[in-house]
């Protein structure tokens, strides 16, 4: 009898492997074996300051040390690969990757191919031509405004060594460009709840041309990309040029594509589509 796979998870950016919990229990109840990685400096290993917590004290946010600085994307793929290690010696292996989380599961497929029986990106990144900064200055961007979230951005970049948000803000613009920045069909309930597991910190090393995807690594792996359709953070036009770059770099090994209807989270909130997209990938 053929030995099922697990699956592992990685997160994007200021998320966690909570992240991930309904759709854990749906595999789970599906009859499939799954983990889900914190990332160095996240989950329990993050910074939540005194300053974060209500009443908050916005000034001695902007200074307080977190324990993200330093963290590299070497570091995220070293843990994503202890994980997959550990993973292997029960059988096949499948990575999962989410938003910023492809930028790790790339570099993790870069160096240790033999872990991975196939590599999964649910709206993530998959560096190929660009480095991903690069790729927000590209017209398939053109559409998102960071700057709507400027005003929760707290304190120096360069001199906390790290990236920090507010999620905990009440200015109703900032809220609403979340909102239709990740999770436009989610209710606002579930919004608040899905923003209220964000950590603060994130770390500041997106990758360089030497974590693009390597074809002679990163491309000896099966690959899925599964689209989501209504993404307001990555749009569909984004993801799919990414498919087209990774597609001309591995012609002879190319995306499996797959779509899932809905926001950057509504998988995450409603997993019941994706588990079973997951699922499928497992039985073969």
Known sequence: MQTPPTFVFVHGAFANSFSFA???????????RSVA??????????????????PQDLNALAVEPGSIKGVTLAGNAARVIEVLERA???????????????ITITAAGNARPELID???????????????????AE????????????????????????LRTNFRTADPAV???????ISADLTDDEFRTFLNTFQPDENLDAGTSADRAQAATWGRIPKTYVRLAADASIPLAMQDR???????????????????????LRWLAHPKPAAELLAELAAR
């Open 22 to 32: 309904p759709l854990q229990a749906e595999l789970a109840l599906l009859g499939h």
């Open 37 to 54: 990685v914190d990332l160095p400096g996240h989950g329990f290993e993050a910074t939540f300051p005194a300053a974060y917590q209500a």
């Open 88 to 102: 292997k010696r029960n059988g096949p292996t499948i990575l999962v990757g989410h938003s910023r989380g492809g």
């Open 118 to 136: 196939r590599i999964v990106y649910v709206s993530a990144w998959c560096p190929v031509d660009l480095n991903v900064q690069d790729y927000y």
């Open 139 to 162: 017209p398939e961007m053109a559409g998102t405004d960071p700057g709507a979230i400027a005003p929760a951005f707290v304190g120096n970049p360069a001199e906390l060594g790290l």
């Open 175 to 181: 809220l609403a460009a979340f909102k239709q920045a």
């Open 242 to 264: 990414m498919i087209r770059e990774a597609d001309a770099l591995t012609p002879d090994n190319p995306f499996e594509v797959r779509t899932l209807e809905g926001s950057h």
